[in-house]
């Protein structure tokens, strides 16, 4: 984010709600109703960022009906066709939505890298998963310990070095 941007969503960030709704139909182009002024700025930065990014970038194909996912392609001037099928490309995945604003808003996450890309793998309806959730309460300094340790000894997280530490305790106990 350019400084630019920053002292924009500053100032912007002090307008009351109703003048904040007014400047984002002004900025990003469509009106809203959205009380949450967290979300309001949120969306401003992305449309100020992707309007740099989009003068900032040197035009290698013309932004005509093609669904190249460059970023010289003004996606608000797409149709939804050609919303989905560069949704498919860039997402890796189908899309059933017909609604530009949200294809467009998805593809401008994807091309930020702040979306999971590929497919999504989903259990069967009815399938019992074969996974349980256990709860565990520490304190401060048992967590604190754990956490020391794990790191210590090169786990990739707490939980990683629990299950290990469980599943060695478990082939002990069996053993025995």
């Known amino acids: 984010m350019t400084s630019t941007t920053r002292r924009t969503l500053e100032s912007l960030s002090k307008l009351r709600l109703t003048e904040l709704q007014a400047r984002f139909a002004e ?40 669904t190249e996912a460059t970023p ?28 530009s604003a949200y294809l467009v ?15 999504i793998e989903r259990r069967a309806p009815g399938e019992v998963a074969d996974v349980k959730v256990l709860p565990l309460r520490m304190t401060t300094a048992e967590v604190e310990a754990l956490d020391e340790a794990w790191r210590r000894l090169g786990f990739k997280s ?11 305790l478990l082939e002990a106990g069996c053993a025995a």
């Open 27 to 66: 900025i990003v182009g469509e009106p809203t109703r959205s009380p949450n002024k967290t979300f309001l700025l949120r969306r401003i930065g992305d449309a100020l960022e992707a309007r740099e990014q989009q003068t900032i970038a040197e035009p290698t194909t013309q932004a005509t009906t093609t």
């Open 72 to 99: 010289n392609v003004k996606l608000t001037k797409l149709s939804v066709a050609e919303l989905q099928a560069m949704y498919r490309e860039v997402v890796g995945r189908e899309t059933r939505s017909s609604d």
């Open 105 to 119: 808003w998805k593809l401008r996450l994807a091309q930020k890298g702040r979306v999971r890309v590929g497919p």
């Open 158 to 168: 707490r939980t990683a070095m629990l299950k290990k530490a469980i599943a060695g």
